[in-house]
């Protein structure tokens, strides 16, 4: 197992996107299945002690996912996730904007562009988050974006984690 998982952070003002990457030690069809099933999404999809909860999730080109991260003390904060563009197990892209829990999106948002490679057992996530605004970027980061998706991947890394033992030990 590997202990130096990378994790990069980059912010490019001009071109009013964050870029992230991060290691998982999973295969790539599990790191994929966690990104695109509602079931597993909502193990990790929150920074801890948030929780998400999807209310409908249709992935494919034109579906959408519909969830609140919830609070400890129940506040939700709903988003609307937009599929553009899939080509399974390598890339997806999508639409990401806060909405109202009637599903009205909030604009602007942002869009999302996430590719999946596997190298030696080492599956690396490459996030490019695009805002139209660069106010809506600033806003984004002073919410303590970078902070909750680095808690959030850690989330996810210890639930891969638990599910390689799992598929191990079924395996035996």
Do not use: C
Not at 51 to 59: A, L, Q, R
Not at 62 to 77: K, Q, T
Not at 90 to 108: G, H, S, V
């Amino acid at each position: 197992m590997k202990k130096d998982l990378q994790f990069n952070f980059n912010l490019n003002k001009e071109t009013k996107t964050a870029v992230l990457e991060r290691e998982f030690d999973a295969d790539l069809s599990l790191v994929w299945d966690a990104y695109t099933k509602q079931e597993i999404l909502d193990q990790w999809w929150a920074p801890k002690p948030f929780e998400s909860k999807t209310k409908h999730m249709n992935f494919e080109v034109g579906g959408r996912r519909f969830y609140a991260m919830v609070s400890p003390e129940g506040a939700e904060r709903w988003s609307l996730q937009q599929y553009t563009s899939i080509t399974p197990k390598t890339n997806f892209k999508m639409l990401n904007a806060f909405a109202d829990k009637d599903e009205q999106p909030e604009l602007p948002g942002s869009e999302w562009d996430l590719s999946f490679n596997e190298q030696d057992g080492i599956t690396t996530v490459r996030i490019s988050i695009y805002n139209e605004s660069l106010t809506r970027m600033e806003k984004m980061i002073e919410m303590g974006f970078k902070e909750g998706i680095a808690i959030t991947l850690k989330n996810l890394e210890e639930l891969l984690s638990n599910m390689s033992q799992h598929k191990q030990e079924a395996a035996h």
